[in-house]
């Protein structure tokens, strides 16, 4: 089966405390996105990264960092410096391919729910 | 102004109801527009891309109107699970992978 997968699937963290999530795809997607969303609040960009060892801030990077040294995986580490880090976090993956469908829907894995305690 | 703007709704309509959202988006350089849904507490899953000559998918038809910035969506007779959050989306002008998603529209279908 093709997908993306986050994990883990709830987390808690003490203030002061880095945390690491997890997000994997297998659908060969070349670009990987990091969601935040926030109760009755669109989904806002955190990070996102085109193509392997690059990635760019979205707009709310502050607090949080990246990496991507394979393809396939795209982690993101929330940062004591993030002042407000309890949130629902999305990450999404886009395909360039051609054809009449739009090579840059995002599909999304299933979440990850941050609570910091 | 939000760069995407939708009614927050709740839509609260019976089964078999025809419903519409609008959308509208701030920057006409978009190119690239979406329909997402998002059910309680679950990640946004891809309902139908939008085209500029407008698209159907079963009970769903989208429309894109580029002269005044808006995107419909029509629901025709409306299933109990249809209920959920719909999401308006569209690219940022200055990159084609970036979206920018709506806080989204709550629809509920009731018996």
């Known amino acids: ?40 609040q669109g989904l806002r960009l955190i990070y996102y990264s085109q193509i392997v060892n690059d990635f760019q801030k979205g707009d709310i990077a502050e607090g949080y960092s990246v990496s991507r040294e394979k393809k396939e995986s795209f982690p993101l580490t929330v940062t004591s410096a993030q002042k407000n880090p309890t949130a629902f976090y999305l990450c999404a993956s ?3 391919t051609s054809g009449r469908a739009s090579y840059n829907e995002q599909f999304f894995g299933p979440g990850t729910r941050l609570t910091v305690l | 102004r939000k760069e995407v703007e939708q009614d927050p709704g709740p839509f609260n309509v ?44 079963g009970r769903f038809t989208a429309q894109l109107n ?8 029509l629901i025709r007779d409306s299933k109990l699970s249809d209920s959920a959050t719909y999401l308006c989306v569209v690219n940022y002008p200055d990159s084609s992978y970036k979206l920018i998603f709506g806080s989204g529209t709550r629809l509920l279908v009731r018996p």
């Open chain 2, 66 to 73: 580029r002269a005044s910035q808006y995107i419909s969506l």
């Open chain 1, 1 to 40: 089966d093709g997908g993306i997968t986050q994990s883990p699937k709830y987390l808690f963290r003490k203030e002061g405390q880095n945390v690491t999530l997890s997000c994997e795809q297998n659908l060969n997607h070349d670009a990987m996105y990091w969601y935040r969303q926030d109760p009755g």
């Open chain 1, 94 to 96: 886009s395909s360039r």
């Open chain 2, 14 to 57: 019976p089964e078999g109801a025809t419903v519409a959202f609008n959308c509208t988006y701030s920057n006409s350089a978009s190119q690239s527009f979406f329909w997402y849904r998002q059910d309680c507490r679950k990640e946004p899953k891809l309902l139908m891309s939008v085209y500029s000559s407008g698209n159907e998918d």
